[in-house]
C-alpha cells in the first residue's frame, strides 16, 4: 500500500488495536481525573426576581438598578461576613498579602447576576455545598430589600427635607404677608378691594347727588386709592400662596409617609433551591472531549509517521 494513499479510514483499520487501547486509556483517565477526587463538584442555585416599588436615580431602569445594588460592595461584604467566605474558601487572609483580589475572583467566579431577556434579574450561585449555594442566593435577596429600603427611604428623607424647609419658608412669608393685610384691615377699614371700591363710589356718587356730606365718603376713596392697589397685590399673592402651600403640604404627608414604608423591593419568581445534582464539572462532556481529541491527535501523528516512513522507503 503505499503510504501517499493513506486515508484516515485506513489508518483507522490498521492501526485499530492501538487506536482502541489508547481510547480506552483516555476514557479512563478523563473519568478519573474529573472526579472528585481531583475537582471539586458544584452545586448551582439559581433564583430570578422582578424588582418592585424601586425608584430609579438618574437615568437607569429598575432593573439595572436592582443589579447595581446586588452587586454592591454592601452586600459582598455582608455575604463574606455572614457565610465566612474566607474559610470556605479556604483563603488565608493572614497569610496572603492579595487575600481581597482573591477572594473576590473566588465570589465573582463562583457567584454572578444578570438581567434577562425578559427584564428580570437572574443570580447564580454555585457552590461545592448545594445547602450553602441556596443560603447564599436567598441572603442576597434578603440584603437586596433591605439595602434597597435604605436607599428609597433616603432619597425620601431627602425630598421630604426640601419640601419642609419650602414649607416653613413659605408660611413665614405668609404670616408676615397676613400680619399686613390684617394690619390694613384694622387701621384703615380694607376688607375686599374691589368690592369695597365699588361701593364707595356709589355711595360717594349717591351723595353728591343728594348734596349731602360726602367728605368721610372722600377720605376712604383716597384710603382706597393710596394703598388700595398694594392690599389687592398682598392679597392675590396670599391666595395664590395658599394655594402652593396646599400642594406642598401634600408632598410634604407623601414624602414623609414614604420615609416610614416598609415595602418588598423584590418579586421573586424562582426561588432558590437546594440542588440534588452537581452542576460542575459536567464529566460526561470532559470524557466525551477527551476521547476525540486524543484519537483525533492520534491519527494525526500515526498519518505523520507513516507518510515519513513511506517517503524514505521510497
Known amino acids: 500500500m503505499n503510504n501517499l494513499d493513506l486515508t484516515v479510514f485506513n489508518i483507522v483499520l490498521k492501526w485499530k488495536k492501538h487506536l482502541l487501547v489508547l481510547g480506552v486509556l483516555s476514557v479512563v483517565l478523563s473519568a478519573i481525573f474529573s472526579s472528585s477526587w481531583f475537582i ?17 436615580f438618574g437615568s437607569e431602569t429598575e432593573t439595572e438598578q436592582m443589579i447595581q445594588v446586588l452587586q454592591s ?14 474559610e470556605h474558601y479556604g483563603i488565608d487572609s493572614t497569610k496572603n498579602a492579595t487575600h481581597r483580589t482573591v ?16 427584564e428580570s434579574v437572574q443570580i447564580d450561585v454555585m457552590d461545592k455545598s448545594p445547602k450553602v449555594a441556596s443560603e447564599i442566593a436567598t441572603v442576597m435577596i434578603k440584603l437586596f430589600d433591605a439595602k434597597e429600603q435604605q436607599l428609597q427611604r433616603q432619597k425620601a428623607t431627602e425630598r421630604y427635607l426640601v419640601v419642609k424647609e419650602q414649607m ?21 377699614g380694607l376688607l375686599d378691594y374691589s368690592i369695597q371700591t365699588q361701593y364707595a363710589m356709589k355711595s360717594y356718587l349717591k351723595s ?10 372722600e ?14 397685590i398682598i392679597t392675590e399673592t396670599l391666595w395664590r400662596m395658599r394655594i402652593s402651600f396646599h400642594y406642598l403640604k401634600e408632598k410634604h404627608d407623601e414624602y414623609y409617609k414614604d420615609t416610614l414604608k416598609k415595602l418588598s423591593y423584590s418579586n421573586v419568581v424562582v426561588r432558590p433551591y437546594e440542588a ?7 464529566r ?9 481529541s486524543s484519537l483525533l491527535l492520534a491519527v494525526i501523528a500515526i498519518s505523520a509517521i507513516e507518510n515519513y516512513r513511506n517517503s524514505s522507503e521510497q
Open 40 to 56: 471539586t463538584p458544584l452545586y448551582k442555585s439559581t433564583a430570578i426576581l422582578y424588582p418592585a416599588n424601586i425608584v430609579p
Open 73 to 86: 460592595d454592601a452586600i459582598t461584604d455582608s455575604l463574606v461576613k455572614i457565610f465566612k467566605l474566607y
Open 103 to 118: 477572594l473576590l475572583g473566588q465570589f465573582h467566579d463562583n457567584i454572578s447576576v444578570k438581567k434577562t431577556e425578559f
Open 168 to 188: 416653613e419658608r413659605s408660611q413665614h412669608e405668609m404670616d408676615s404677608m397676613e400680619t399686613i393685610v390684617q394690619d390694613m384691615r384694622v387701621k384703615d
Open 208 to 217: 353728591v347727588a343728594e348734596k349731602g356730606n360726602g367728605r368721610d365718603l
Open 219 to 232: 377720605e376712604f376713596l383716597s384710603t382706597l386709592k393710596s394703598k388700595g392697589g398694594k392690599f389687592m
Open 276 to 282: 440534588d445534582k452537581k452542576s460542575y464539572p459536567v
Open 284 to 292: 460526561w462532556l470532559i470524557v466525551v472531549t477527551s476521547l476525540f
